[in-house]
């Protein structure tokens, strides 16, 4: 019975799952059917909007290449733009913003490269044409203004600017007559110091890169041409402008200095006493010339011109051509002038300040441009010497070809009578080197160190004549008054040099050791060791050449300062030893003095370790 049960349960089971089947396999071929039809739909859909989708693909082509032309055409906008500004700023002129004004070519320069490269676009011919035509016309405004700053700021420098400029040694102020100052002679210092130039301020530092800046712009647009015509102003078409910039401008300075063109002629026709001062002041101008207004012009020129080489050392030139055969044109007279015996020294002097500028001469004027004047330097100075040494030879001839037999009955010299010519030649050499000597000595601004240079060079004059022939034609008396007037100078020295330091070492006789104090005492000790040592410091620096000489005034010295010292020494010494730091004050013992005079006149450079 349970059996019968299970399975009839079972059996209505079976059945329901077969119905279920059979409904289910129902509903999917319904499915089928359904989603068949819909794809039948969608492929007749997309068959439909198909013609949709490609308008849609071309209107975004479109949109793409409209916001491609417009991009190019806010470029070219642009373009337009800086050029319509630039274009304002050029047509303004470069006074009121020459920055403003140089940028503004650089644009248009741009705009004409940009333009170039648009061949396909229909206007590009037109532009560049406009813009070309406008940068034409700023170059030429660039030009005015070159013209327009270099003259209103080109002035000529006055004297006292110059005078300036020199070392304190020098300025007229110092050097007693101006102009007296090269030559050879014996000097009693080497100098530690270094000789220095400051050159002249010729145009506003604030003015040069604006000059720099417009010659490269004309420069860069091929106006080489017109910018040298400015600059140098040598074009007949441009006399007025010559006037008006460095080339006449480095001309008047030295026209105010006092610089003129002179002729041989004009030479012979001076005064021996007028031709002497211009000699003077001629070698004063040449070193002024070179060291100052010509090397300043070469400065300017450099900064200017840097990085064209070729418009730099050509502009150089014309501007200095001038000038430079002015200032030669005194000495070629001179040295053409008729020769005589007192010309000798200053020929001397002359050709010794070419010489000391040779070296300058030669680094201002190196380049190609340059090679006449540089020759023309070199030529002077060669002529100088000839004339100086013609000079010699002149009167040996004279003394020679002179064979005149007539007495004078009063036993004077015959102005014929070629020993007596020869000697009053040699008495107005001397004349003219003592004369010399003197103006040279006040160049010295430390009288102790005048004296030592006119002792040197008189005493290598009197050893000279001493060894030579002159001897028998200036007499011994001449030697004899010369030698007194070298050790005048020696004395001179010494007072001058010594009288204070000796004056530490003296207490009045009428004050006994107990009257005075012993701070007294040691300020004494104090000054006496700072001015010896300031002394030892500067004159170990200074040269007497001649050993015998120098031994003879250093024994001088050591004469009058070491007895004053011991003494001193001797009588208060006791007063510093019984107090503190006694060597604080007592620095020095005779033998340690005695050491350091022997190191005087001995050239020795400051910082070198005592012997």
């Known amino acids: 019975m349970e ?3 299970a399975m009839d349960a079972l059996r209505e089971r079976a059945t329901f799952v077969k119905e279920s089947l059979h409904k289910s396999q129902t509903i999917t071929d319904n499915m089928v059917s359904i989603l068949g039809s819909f794809d039948h739909r969608l492929s007749a859909l997309e068959t439909a909007m198909r013609p949709t989708q490609i308008k849609t693909h071309s209107i975004r ?3 793409d290449n409209i916001d491609k032309t417009l991009k190019a055409a806010e470029v070219i906008l642009a373009q337009f733009d800086q050029t319509r500004m630039a274009e304002a700023k050029i047509l303004r002129g470069p006074h009121e913003d020459l920055e403003s004004y140089l940028g503004a070519i650089d644009q248009l320069r741009a705009n004409v490269r940009f333009f170039s490269s648009k061949k396909s676009f229909k206007s590009s011919d037109v532009i560049v044409t406009h813009a070309n035509t406008l940068l034409a016309k700023a170059i030429a405004k660039l030009e005015e203004e070159f013209k327009h700053l270099l003259t209103n700021y080109s002035k000529p420098v006055e004297p006292d600017r110059l005078f300036e400029c020199l070392p304190n040694s020098l300025r007229p102020s110092n050097s007693g007559k101006q102009g007296e100052g090269g030559g050879r002679n014996h000097s009693g210092k080497q100098s530690s110091e270094a000789v220095t130039f400051a050159l002249p301020t010729l145009i506003p530092p604030r003015v040069i890169p604006l000059l720099h800046d417009l010659t490269q712009q004309m420069v ?14 040598v074009s007949d078409l441009c006399s007025k402008i010559c006037r008006e910039t460095r080339a006449a401008v480095l001309e008047q300075s030295l026209k105010k200095l006092g610089v003129e063109r002179l002729s041989k002629d004009d030479v012979q ?36 011109f840097d990085g064209v080489d070729s418009l730099k050392s050509q502009c150089f030139a014309e501007v200095t051509a001038s000038s430079v055969a002015m200032l030669l044109s005194f000495g070629e007279a001179v040295a053409k002038s008729k020769r005589s015996p007192e010309k000798l020294f200053v020929l001397l002097d002359m ?26 330097a070199i030529n002077l100075s060669t002529r100088l010497a000839q004339t100086a040494q013609e000079t010699f030879v002149d009167f040996e001839e004279a003394v020679e070809k002179d064979a005149t037999k ?14 007596g010519q020869l000697a009053i030649i040699t008495t107005r050499i001397m004349q003219a ?25 008189i005493h290598y004059i009197v050893r000279s004549v001493r060894r030579s022939e002159a001897k028998d034609m200036l007499g011994d008396d001449w030697v004899q008054i010369h030698r007194r007037i070298v050790q005048q100078h020696a004395n001179q020295y010494k007072r001058i040099s010594w009288a204070k330091i000796l004056q530490c070492l003296t207490v009045p006789a009428s004050e006994n050791n107990n009257a005075v104090t012993r701070t007294m005492i040691k300020d004494r000790f104090k000054t006496f060791n700072d001015q010896i040592e300031e ?3 500067r004159q170990s620096q200074w040269t007497v050449p001649d050993s015998e000489l120098r031994e003879s005034l250093r024994l001088a010295v050591a004469e009058v300062l070491l007895p004053a010292y011991r003494s001193f020494l001797k009588r208060f010494g006791p007063v510093i030893e019984n107090g503190k730091n006694p060597y604080k004050y007592m620095v020095y013992s005779p033998e340690h003095l005695e050491q350091m005079l022997g190191e005087f006149f001995e050239s020795k450079i400051w910082g070198e370790p005592k012997r």
């Not at 002024?288 to 010509?294: C, D, E």
């Not at 004077?412 to 070629?418: R, Y």
């Not at 004369?435 to 040197?456: C, E, H, I, V």
């Open 269 to 304: 026709r001076m005064q021996w006493e007028v031709l002497e001062a211009k000699i003077g002041n001629w070698i004063h101008y040449m070193r002024i010339a070179v060291k100052l207004l010509i090397s300043g012009e070469k400065k300017i020129c450099d900064q200017i």
């Open 220 to 233: 860069q647009a091929g106006h080489q041409q017109q910018l040298f015509r400015i600059y140098s102003t």
């Open 433 to 457: 080197l003592q004369t010399n000597l003197d103006g040279k000595s006040k160049q010295y601004k430390d009288p102790a160190l005048t004296q030592l240079f006119l002792m040197n060079n």
């Open 535 to 537: 002394l030892h410091q």
């Open 61 to 63: 082509s479109a949109h």
């Open 3 to 5: 059996i019968s049960k």
């Open 406 to 419: 007539t007495t004078v009955m009063d036993g004077t010299f015959d102005p014929n009578d070629p020993d």
């Open 351 to 376: 050709y010794e300040i070419m010489r000391e500028l040779q070296p300058e001469i030669e680094r201002l004027f190196e380049s190609k441009a340059c090679t006449e004047m540089r020759e023309a």
